[in-house]
């Protein structure tokens, strides 16, 4: 991480889940910043789907070391009471909520809160966890209406995010990323038909969005990447 200037923090949201915690372990190998948090609402830190306790573990961020990078290592795909849709037959306005809850609103909040904090020199970055599977363009197969329909929504808030950043701290970027297919919970039961070679651990995903972060300027503000430095088609 050798693009950002010394002496700053990094935060992670969401680092009690498997990227989540390998970005923050990564972080704390790499030594490129003088604090590495870690916010989770596993840990009762941090809850998404409430703005009260974003806005009051965010404002432990002001003192300190400034805010260089903040990765939102979240998202919700499926659990024991919701399955990604196979057809819009299987459509529920509750699921979709909670999708857009958790996959778009939340992440736009944390932005919210924290985008202020940014320094006004220098690099810094506030990226979340997107998927392909939001990119409209790329959108072949259908499904996975709340899924994806989520991702599409967050993509265009960092997006939207990101133009009025640049007005405001030149320097700074927001964007989006891919991590590819990784090992944990969330891709679990959809595994078997990935490539040889295409399932990641969250320690080697990790190190690719780490690594891409690094090479990314302001330019590239607005855009979603994948683990392999590629724009992802909006």
Request: charged letters at 20%; glycine letters at 12%; a positive charge.
């Amino acid at each position: 991480m050798s693009s950002f200037p010394p002496g700053g923090r990094a935060v992670v949201v969401g680092a009690s889940g498997g990227i989540g915690r390998a970005l923050l372990d990564a972080l704390h190998r790499s030594g490129a910043f003088a604090e590495v948090v870690g916010l989770s609402r596993r840990d009762g830190q941090i809850d998404l789907e409430d703005e009260a306790s974003i806005a009051a573990a965010t404002a432990r961020l002001r003192d300190g070391p400034p805010l260089r990078l903040l990765i939102v290592a979240t998202g919700f795909l499926h659990d024991a009471a919701q399955q990604p849709e196979k057809t819009w037959r299987t459509l529920d306005a509750g699921a979709m909520a909670r999708a857009y809850s958790l996959n778009a609103i939340g992440p736009a909040l944390v932005a919210k809160h924290c985008l202020d904090l940014l320094p006004a020199t220098g690099k810094s970055a506030f990226a979340a966890l997107s998927a392909r599977v939001g990119s409209i363009g790329d959108n072949r197969a259908g499904g996975w209406h709340a899924y994806r329909a989520s991702k599409a929504a967050l993509n265009m808030l960092l997006r939207n995010l990101a133009i009025e950043l640049a007005r405001r701290k030149p320097e700074a970027l927001c964007v989006g990323l891919h991590p590819g297919t990784v090992d944990t919970s969330l891709s679990a039961p959809f595994q078997g038909g990935v490539a040889p070679g295409k399932l990641f651990s969250p320690a080697q995903s990790a190190g690719y969005l780490l690594g891409v972060l690094d090479g990314l300027t302001a330019r590239d503000s607005g855009n979603v990447f994948a683990w392999d430095g590629k724009a992802v088609p909006p």
